[in-house]
């Protein structure tokens, strides 16, 4: 079922690839007179061949915290950490899945798309083809080659740009939300797509969803963010303490280790405790549900299961 981490608890074997240290990102206020929080406090700990979702509420900075990652934004304050090595900008060991579906070049043929990446890597000419229909093998697209991203489903598109990322062997996929735009048959079908192709590459995933039954399904650990503002729209600055404490405000809510067998069902034992439990962090947030059959199945089960032991912030309850 469910285990509540601290934000750098340790998994048992497993090897630290990122780390994220005391990670804040603000933005310009677009009132003017002033900068806007939205990340702060971000510490973790992401382990190699692992599959992470980050959930929460819109405007929490599942997002910002992703293009962080990925080199696309700079942390206000903090630092970011790739095998060691401070992250200054992109690179092609953390390569990323965009939501949209029109993010493939729409003059390249799919297998064009894929070996313009690796020829951007440096990838030897006489390579780039074979291993280019290798990775569009694996994602079950062989017979659409020669074929352009007009003449491809959103579920196509969104398979040709994770063959495209995982074509020059990164250490890291990052997604965000690359699901959420297709229809509920493809969003599931791609879901089981993606563990098989990261059971196969070994590859380390950070998913990004507003969709809680997809975390639980996907993922080992569930990184749980909330937003810094309160209801009333002020923003604390960075750095600063939560409502009149000592504490320091912090963006993670909570970060649980998913201890459900694979593969994973909502009408599994445990499966609704777990949802029931993200559903109450996230705080009911209508984009963070799932559909509405699936809700009332879990929240029935639920009912019935223990909750378990949950650590917020360190602390217990």
């Known amino acids: 079922m469910a285990v509540f981490l601290n934000h750098h608890q340790r998994r048992e074997g497993a090897e630290p690839l990122l780390a994220v240290n005391s990670l804040y990102k603000r933005f310009p206020s677009p009132r003017g007179g002033g900068e806007l929080t939205v990340l702060a406090g971000v510490e973790l700990t992401v ?3 692992e599959f992470l979702s980050i959930i929460g509420r819109s405007g929490c900075g599942k997002t910002t915290l992703l293009r962080c990652i990925a080199g696309f934004e700079k942390p206000s304050r903090g630092s970011l950490l790739i095998e060691g090595r401070e992250i200054t900008g992109p690179g092609i060991d953390r390569m990323m899945v965009f939501q949209e579906t029109d993010q ?5 043929t799919v297998l064009g798309n894929v070996e313009f990446a690796l020829q951007a890597a440096g990838v030897p000419r006489r390579e780039r083809r074979a291993r280019a229909v290798h990775y569009l093998e694996m994602v079950g697209l062989e017979r659409f ?3 352009y991203p007009h003449q491809l489903s959103g579920g196509m598109k969104q398979r040709v740009a994770i063959a495209r990322a995982l074509s020059v ?3 890291m996929l990052l ?3 690359p699901f959420a735009a297709l229809d509920a048959m493809t969003r599931n079908v791609l879901q089981q797509e993606l563990l098989r192709l990261w059971q196969e590459t070994k590859i380390t995933i950070i998913f990004v969803t507003h969709n809680i039954q997809e975390a639980i399904i996907q993922s080992d650990r569930i990184l749980v963010l909330r937003p810094l503002l309160p209801a009333n729209g002020a923003n604390t600055p960075c750095g600063a303490a939560d409502n009149g404490s000592q ?3 912090s963006s993670i809510a909570a970060l649980i280790e998913n201890t459900l067998p694979r593969p ?5 034992p445990g499966f609704g405790a777990i949802w029931r439990q993200l559903n109450l962090l996230i705080g009911h947030d209508g984009e963070a549900r799932t559909e509405p059959e699936d809700e009332a199945e879990a929240v029935a089960e639920s009912a019935a299961e223990p909750a378990g032991a949950i650590v917020l912030d360190g602390k217990a309850t």
């Open 47 to 49: 382990y190699r061949g």
């Open 104 to 108: 493939l070049f729409l003059w390249l």
């Open 145 to 147: 080659l020669e074929y």
């Open 169 to 171: 062997a990164p250490r």
């Open 175 to 177: 997604m965000d939300e």
């Open 247 to 249: 504490r320091p405000l």
């Open 264 to 268: 994973r069902r909502p009408d599994m």
